[in-house]
T-cell receptor, first 115, second 114 residues
Framework: EAQVTQNPRYLITVTGKKLTVTCSQN?????MSWYRQDPGLGLRQIYYSMNVEVTDKGDVPEGYKVSRKEKRNFPLILESPSPNQTSLYFC??????????????FGPGTRLTVL | GENVEQHPSTLSVQEGDSAVIKCTYS??????FPWYKQELGKGPQLIIDIRSNVGEKKDQRIAVTLNKTAKHFSLHITETQPEDSAVYFC?????????????FGKGNQVVVIP
């Protein structure tokens, strides 16, 4: 089954404790992205990757890091989480079409609470 | 950069009636406009999309219309059913198309009343 998986689905942590949210897709997609969803703010892009070893900042990158060492994986790293990073996080992937946008497939989400 | 506005923020409709959600965008260079549906506890899922060379697209009970001159596009759901209750996000392509980036609206909560 074609899918995007995220782990963990739920996480409660404390300020300053480094954490990683994993994302994996099995569709051989070039593009991967991380979004955060907050009430009244919709979906905001954190980081995106156009291919292996190619990453770039989205709209709200502060406090986050990513890496893309393999095509299928795109982990989100919070080196020193703070309460304002409490949010619902989504990973997404899409195939590359020359010169055109394409459907983004979203993972099930990770609910993060930073105390 | 691209700015996408979505109205209304909440919409309640009687089962069987039609629902319409409208989005406006700011970047005249945008050429791809998808709509995503997010059910409770799940990630957004694409339900329909339209490219700028087309004015309307339909898929069973849902349709999307695009007015490039006015820079707005709308989602139309006919004969609404309880399973249509969800949050709907519109989006517009932005910037360099090689990066596949989208700007999302803030979402619209649709409630279908049985």
């Amino acid at each position: 089954e074609a899918q995007v998986t995220q782990n963990p689905r739920y996480l409660i942590t404390v300020t300053g404790k480094k954490l990683t949210v994993t994302c994996s897709q099995n569709m051989n997609h070039e593009y991967m992205s991380w979004y955060r969803q907050d009430p009244g703010l919709g979906l905001r892009q954190i980081y995106y990757s156009m291919n292996v070893e190619v990453t770039d900042k989205g709209d709200v990158p502060e406090g986050y890091k990513v890496s893309r060492k393999e095509k299928r994986n795109f982990p989100l790293i919070l080196e020193s989480p703070s309460p304002n990073q409490t949010s619902l996080y989504f990973c997404a992937s899409s195939a590359k079409l020359a010169g055109e946008h394409n459907e983004q497939f979203f993972g099930p989400g990770t609910r993060l609470t930073v105390l | 950069g691209e700015n996408v506005e979505q109205h209304p923020s909440t919409l309640s409709v009687q089962e069987g009636d039609s629902a319409v959600i409208k989005c406006t965008y700011s970047d005249s260079a945008s050429n791809y406009f998808p709509w995503y549906k997010q059910e409770l506890g799940k990630g957004p899922q694409l339900i329909i999309d339209i490219r700028s060379n087309v004015g309307e697209k339909k898929d069973q009970r849902i349709a999307v219309t695009l007015n490039k001159t006015a820079k707005h596009f709308s989602l139309h759901i006919t004969e609404t059913q309880p399973e249509d209750s969800a949050v709907y996000f519109c989006a517009a392509s932005r910037g360099n198309y090689g990066n596949n980036r989208l700007a999302f609206g803030k979402g619209n909560q649709v409630v279908v009343i049985p």
